[in-house]
């Protein structure tokens, strides 16, 4: 059983930062590559932010220079650090990992049940 579990969110004051958090437990034999997504009221869930096993990240346009995602290996879990956060970015983040179950042949996705991040002006 594989289990993404995301914290850190929580409301903060337009230009603020939060630090976002999921760490991925059970019988785990591969991570391929990790992420954050994010769905705001009324709108369709979204890319945030990826970063494969060997470090390489990938960025939405819409938070480039703002955003850091970084991982640690040891402990299979993602990190999503936000600066200089705008009332746009609120809206529920979901951990996403791309991985391969101990009792598996292929990699698959996994999700997280999600945080709330709200940006207040």
């Known amino acids: 059983q594989v289990q993404l579990v995301e914290s850190g969110g929580g409301l903060v004051q337009a230009g603020g930062s939060l630090r976002l958090s999921c760490a991925a437990s059970?019988?785990?034999?591969?991570?391929?590559?990790m992420g954050w997504y994010r769905q705001a009221p009324g709108k369709q869930r979204e890319l945030v932010a990826t970063?494969?096993?060997?470090?390489?990240?990938n960025y939405a346009d819409s938070v480039k220079g703002r955003f850091t995602i970084s991982r640690d290996n040891t402990k299979n879990t993602v990190y999503l650090q936000m600066n200089s956060l705008k009332p746009e970015d609120t809206a529920v983040y979901y951990c996403?990992?791309?991985?391969?179950?101990?009792?598996?042949?292929?990699?698959?996705?996994?999700w997280g049940q999600g945080t709330q991040v709200t940006v207040s002006s």
């Open positions: 059970g019988s785990i034999a591969s991570i391929n590559a």
């Open positions: 996403n990992s791309n991985l391969r179950d101990a009792s598996s042949t292929w990699f698959r996705s996994y």
């Open positions: 970063i494969i096993s060997r470090g390489t990240t």
